[in-house]
């Protein structure tokens, strides 16, 4: 059973109105704690909570509650201080963890459970006040041990972004640069390894999007994942009626859309499992119809005359892109890695390899010249090289790993 309480120091009426992307401080937390099942949050203060379906409890309050608790079962009582933000992998390990610990030497998180919270609850009617509580729970006595630990003793590596990012935790403190935690927050949501369009241009409009949204409440990231999916089988569609420019805007509407609903989902801690899926099971399939609507519009509608060089051109890109799809992820599989990022030299190419911003950029580039039929041949060029070297790298991984391995044998 895991319990989070929310503590409110003496200083908590001075920032409780602070917000990092809409939200307050206790308001974060208490949505973090909760997408991470803990069975009870409630907020430690003789002030209303400031959070919906959120209880408040005194000090009178909450010794009583924690003395009626059933130490005999498996309880853990995670305690955080009301002006922390933290990243949510933090908590994850915290509620995971065997071990009691206590979160940098601030003790601005605490966890107890077993002998140590039974200790914890039989010292409790020493403490008096807030202050006391949160002072309370810094001390290291031999009834009372539990491990220290900093972000920095945590995996930086968040495989699902392809990142390695250190957890941000923060304690917020008069004067802090609230833009600069904004910030930070964001580049540990933002994927590690993108194409160069992703990582070197709309990283940053994204940003300021997602931090605009964040202020109303009422947009809801399944209605931006909404958008851009629309938008996406949008384009083939209009690939194949010959209208480029309209395509190309719509496009790139898209990845804005694709970006942020994540980023915002991720930052205001209101995922959707449901629509992370839908949109994962759609992206590939609207991508193909790309390609079968610039090849239903260079080939005149003959999508089976393979004397046709435009139709030979749509089916490389067709196939190769499933296969190149379907290759990468047997890789993924089989050595828990996305080979985009398995090495540096993987790194790097996936900057320009054929993935959906570079297709659109091609295509893009070929519609502001004037030369869009080149650039779908272009295109289907460029889809044969990095399927290539995608081949090349799997067979030279595995090659290698497989050698090894037989010489450790």
């Known amino acids: 059973m895991n319990i989070a309480c929310i503590v409110a120091d003496q200083n908590y009426p001075s920032y409780s109105e602070q917000t990092v992307y809409g939200l307050r401080f206790v308001?974060?937390?208490?949505r973090q704690f909760l997408e991470f099942k803990c069975d009870e949050v409630f907020f430690v203060s003789d002030l209303p909570s400031p959070a919906e379906n959120m209880k408040s409890k005194n000090i009178p309050d909450f010794i009583r509650f924690?003395?009626?608790?059933?130490?005999?079962?498996?309880?853990?009582?995670?305690?955080?201080?009301?002006?922390?933000?933290?990243?949510?992998?933090?908590?994850?390990?915290?509620?995971?963890s065997y071990e009691d610990l206590q979160l940098t030497e601030q003790g601005g998180f605490v966890k107890l459970s077993g002998s140590n919270l039974k200790a914890f609850?039989?010292?409790?009617?020493?403490?008096?006040?807030?202050?006391?509580?949160?002072?309370?729970?810094?001390?290291?006595?031999?009834?009372?041990?539990?491990?220290?630990?900093?972000p920095n003793n945590f995996d930086s590596y968040i495989e699902d972004l392809r990142l390695n990012f250190v957890p941000y935790y923060f304690q917020y403190e008069s004067g802090s640069d609230l833009r600069s935690i904004e910030n930070q927050m964001y580049e540990a949501n933002f994927k590690g390894t993108m194409d160069f369009i992703a990582t070197y241009i709309y990283k940053y409009p994204v940003r300021e999007i997602t931090r605009f949204l964040s202020r109303y409440p009422f947009v809801k990231p399944n209605y931006v994942t909404f958008l851009s999916i629309i938008a996406s089988f949008a384009v083939p569609l209009l690939f194949a009626f010959g209208y480029m420019g309209f395509a190309v805007l719509t496009g790139w509407c898209m990845f804005i859309f694709d970006s942020v609903d994540g980023k915002l989902a991720r930052l205001t801690v209101r995922l959707s499992r449901t629509a992370g899926i839908i949109e994962h099971a759609t992206s590939a399939p609207a991508i193909f119809l790309w390609f079968a609507g610039l090849t239903w519009y260079f080939s005149n509608g003959q999508f089976?005359?393979?004397?046709?060089i435009n139709t030979i051109a749509g089916w490389i890109l067709m196939v190769l892109y499933w296969v190149d799809k379907t290759m990468c992820g047997i890789f993924r599989i089989k050595f828990k890695r996305e080979i985009y990022d398995f090495a540096n030299i993987d790194k790097t190419f996936h900057l320009i390899a054929c993935r959906r911003a570079i297709i659109l950029l091609i295509v893009t580039v070929g519609y502001i010249t004037g030369k869009t039929e080149s650039s779908f041949r272009f295109l289907a060029f460029w889809m044969i090289c990095s399927f290539v070297f995608h081949l090349m790298r799997i067979l030279w991984i595995s090659t290698g790993i497989s050698k090894s391995s037989s010489h450790q044998t």
């Open 27 to 30: 308001e974060r937390l208490q």
């Open 66 to 96: 924690a003395k009626n608790l059933d130490v005999q079962q498996d309880i853990r009582l995670l305690m955080v201080k009301s002006n922390v933000i933290m990243d949510d992998r933090l908590i994850k390990f915290a509620r995971d």
């Open 121 to 150: 609850i039989h010292h409790l009617s020493t403490v008096k006040d807030i202050s006391q509580l949160i002072d309370f729970t810094k001390k290291q006595e031999d009834s009372y041990s539990i491990k220290v630990v900093t």
């Open 304 to 308: 089976f005359d393979f004397d046709n």
